[in-house]
């Protein structure tokens, strides 16, 4: 005889899918936390290594601003120290270049004319003085302008003060300084031994001209006489 299960078997598959269902969806719901935590501690770690770099950063560039301070304050000690080079390499090269332009001044004022002041700015000096007539002041500058120390000399004023003085004329220069393209000290061995080597020739001429005297004078030492000599 044939057995018919007459049970509700479509609710109760109905709701064994629907158990299995929740059962699956709370799974996948665990499933989406555990991945969502795992991706916030992930992160977490990802934003604390940031920082950590972030934070060494930070101390390497206030370490390089120190450092970038301590250049800075050495250039500062290195530009004041090349200017001090600068200024006694200045002093060394022109140390002797008031002895040399005092002495120009005495090799080029003509002896009609005189000196009343002399001022020195740099590269420039001022001559004031007097002198008797408009061509000692041009001949002045001619001397000054041959001058292997002193320049151009430019003209300021020229005046006649129509008094009874010996120099008259008042007159202002301005001479720009120089330095001569080969210095004198390098030629002064040259120059000595040039002085000396006209005296050797100077020397054995006067002793050429002196063994002819004698040898004129032994005869008549002598007592011979050249009429005599002559005769025979």
Do not use: C
Not at 90 to 102: D, E, G, I, P, T
């Amino acid at each position: 005889m044939a057995r018919i299960n007459l049970l509700p078997w479509r609710a109760e598959r109905r709701k064994i899918r629907q158990r299995e269902f929740f059962m699956q969806l709370g799974a996948a719901a665990l499933v989406a936390i555990g991945l969502m935590l795992l991706w916030w501690l992930w992160m977490d770690m990802r934003i604390d290594n940031q920082n950590q770099r972030n934070a060494y950063l930070q101390d390497q560039i206030k370490q390089v601003d120190v450092r970038l301070d301590k250049i800075k304050d050495l250039e500062k000690v290195r530009d004041q120290l090349l200017a001090r080079k600068q200024i006694i390499e200045q002093l060394q090269a022109n140390r002797s270049q008031m002895v040399h332009l005092f002495d120009e001044l005495v090799k080029t004022i003509p002896p009609s004319a005189r000196l009343t002041s002399i001022k020195q700015n740099g590269d420039k000096m001022v001559l004031d003085g007097v002198a008797q007539s408009n061509a000692s002041v041009a001949e002045y500058m001619r001397n000054i302008e041959a001058s292997p120390w002193m320049g151009q000399a430019d003209l300021s004023k020229t005046e006649n003060s129509h008094d009874a003085s010996r120099m008259p004329y008042s007159f202002g220069l301005s001479v720009t300084l120089q330095r001569p393209k080969q210095d004198d000290s390098a030629g002064e061995p040259a120059g000595g031994a040039s002085v000396m080597t006209p005296e050797a020739p100077v020397t054995n001429q006067s002793k050429t001209a002196i063994a002819p005297a004698a040898t004129a004078r032994t005869p008549a030492s002598s007592g011979a006489t050249p009429v005599k000599a002559g005769g025979k």
